[in-house]
């Protein structure tokens, strides 16, 4: 088995958490925020092109003292840039809420 597929049992479970940690791992070695959530939001894109049997549609709630002084704009490309190698292949979809 590659490192991209899972097996069926347990494997979408362990895919989807594979991604989630990973991105909360790079989130939290480089901006070092005071909060963060990752949230897995596959379940919202049923039937869509993208779901493809889900783990791959995140949504990111972070304050970081580094994203702070960045305009939003600013903010979200560093974030997406952690992110560029598994875009769009093992994460379809990232939404960024970036707190004061």
Request: proline share 2%; aromatic share 6%; glycine share 8%.
């Amino acid at each position: 088995m590659s490192g991209g597929e899972s097996s069926k049992e347990g494997g979408f479970i362990n895919k989807t958490m594979n991604i989630k940690q990973l991105i909360q791992t790079r989130l939290e070695e480089t901006l070092k925020p005071t909060y963060l959530e990752v949230i897995d939001e596959s379940d919202q894109h049923i039937g869509h092109a993208g779901y493809q049997g889900g783990g791959r549609h995140f949504a990111i709630v972070i304050s970081a003292d580094k994203l702070k002084d960045l305009s939003r704009i600013e903010a979200h490309r560093q974030v997406y840039a952690l992110f560029a190698d598994l875009m769009p292949n093992q994460i379809h979809a990232l939404k960024i809420k970036i707190r004061a």
